[in-house]
Nanobody, 126 residues
Framework: VQLQASGGGSVQTGGSLRLSCAAS????????IGWFRQAPGKEREGVSC????????YYADSVKGRFTISRDNAKNTAYLQMDSLKPEDTAVYYC????????????????????WGRGTQVTVSS
């Protein structure tokens, strides 16, 4: 089982980045995907998730309207499009997968996610 997050980098306030989460070793289409982030000195927090069957989505209030989560089951890849980035978005971003959240909504309770990838750094400068 492998999840690989990529696409991080350094941008200025207002910029955009697109994170990718490439999965292998499990039936991707049956797993919900969540994005989490951890800023220096802070606890990890849930950012967004997308369910497996119907692609229902959830966004934390802090990113709602700026971030868009999506998935391409044919490519075993999920994405997090991040627009209008702010310095407070600076963090290491992780993707994770759970067999829960198939037909209903999803949640970013990290205790429910079985597989985790290594993070990718996002730095937003003012």
């Amino acid at each position: 089982v492998q999840l690989q997050a990529s696409g991080g980098g350094s941008v200025q306030t207002g910029g955009s980045l697109r994170l990718s989460c490439a999965a292998s070793g499990f039936p991707f289409e049956d797993y919900a995907i969540g994005w989490f982030r951890q800023a220096p000195g802070k606890e990890r927090e849930g950012v967004s998730c997308i369910s497996s069957r119907f692609g229902n989505t959830y966004y934390a209030d802090s990113v709602k309207g700026r971030f868009t989560i999506s998935r391409d089951n044919a490519k075993n890849t999920a994405y997090l499009q991040m627009d209008s980035l702010k310095p407070e978005d600076t963090a290491v971003y992780y993707c994770a997968a759970t067999p829960l959240y198939r037909s209903g909504g999803c949640f970013v309770d990290e205790r429910k996610y079985d597989y985790w990838g290594r993070g990718t750094q996002v730095t937003v400068s003012s």
